[in-house]
């Protein structure tokens, strides 16, 4: 399973991408927005700065909604760099706007994915990526995990190639999850992935360690 960063923060992005375990990006406008960014040209420099401190993939986010406005806005932000992947929402130009952009080479992430109707309809306009909104689900007390277990059974029964990437990741317990279920990649925020190297009792048996070390030092 890949490792995606889900965050605008740059700092954020360069202690994840020092890890070494980092594959990729996923922002959206609200990211942005959270770390002050704002703007086409402020925008567009926050994504080459991105695209500068992680070599993987890096999902910048359409605002139109509009078949037209989808295209013109995904060409700009895939001339950025060649690790960019538009990101499109699930609606029905967004699904129009994907098939148009798979058949011109232009990868893609279809995003706000809560059902497995969903999932198939952007696997079949042949979205890069597809990303289902687990926290998301869980807050309406439906089962995020559910969902990415039901999209890998039909993925893999009807050969689509879409990769799935879990998003609205809460918790270091849903990419432990996500990975049982056979997300291909896991989109997190920082605190989530270094969840994952908690456990009280490493604590206690380091300690234990380095004092005995001391004995023979
Ligand atoms: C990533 O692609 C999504 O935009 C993001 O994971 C949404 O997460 P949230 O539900 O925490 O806003």
């Given amino acids: 399973m890949k490792f995606f960063i889900d965050t605008a923060d740059l700092a954020q992005i ?6 070494g375990i980092l594959d990729g990006v996923t922002t959206n406008p609200s990211l942005m927005a959270k770390v002050g960014i704002s703007g086409e040209a402020a925008v567009t420099k926050h994504y080459i700065d991105i695209c500068n401190i992680v070599d ?3 999902s910048a986010e359409v605002v139109s909604t509009d078949f037209d406005g989808i295209i013109a806005e995904g060409k700009k932000l895939a001339a950025l760099h060649k690790n960019i992947v538009v990101k499109v929402p699930m609606i029905k130009e967004g699904v129009k706007a994907i098939k148009w952009f798979t058949d011109n080479g232009i990868r893609t992430n ?3 994915i809560f059902s497995a109707g969903q999932a ?3 696997a079949k306009a042949g979205a890069t990526y597809i990303s289902p909104f687990i926290g998301r689900i869980d807050d309406t007390g439906w089962d995020g995990i559910e969902l990415i277990h039901q999209i890998r059974q039909i993925y893999s029964i009807q050969g689509f190639k879409s990769e799935i990437l879990a998003a609205s990741i809460r918790n270091p ?3 432990i999850k996500c990975a049982e279920a056979g997300a291909d990649v896991c989109t997190c925020p920082l605190e989530s992935i ?3 190297l908690k456990h009280p ?5 380091l300690a234990k360690f380095l004092e005995d070390a001391k004995k023979f030092a």
Avoid: P, R, S, V
Avoid at 14 to 19: H, I, P, R, T, Y
Avoid at 201 to 205: E, H, Y
């Fill in 14 to 19: 360069k202690e994840a991408n020092d890890l």
């Fill in 56 to 58: 993987g993939d890096i």
């Fill in 110 to 112: 279809c995003t706000l």
């Fill in 120 to 122: 198939i309809l952007a």
């Fill in 173 to 175: 317990n849903h990419i």
């Fill in 194 to 196: 270094l969840g994952l």
């Fill in 201 to 205: 009792l490493t604590d206690i048996g």
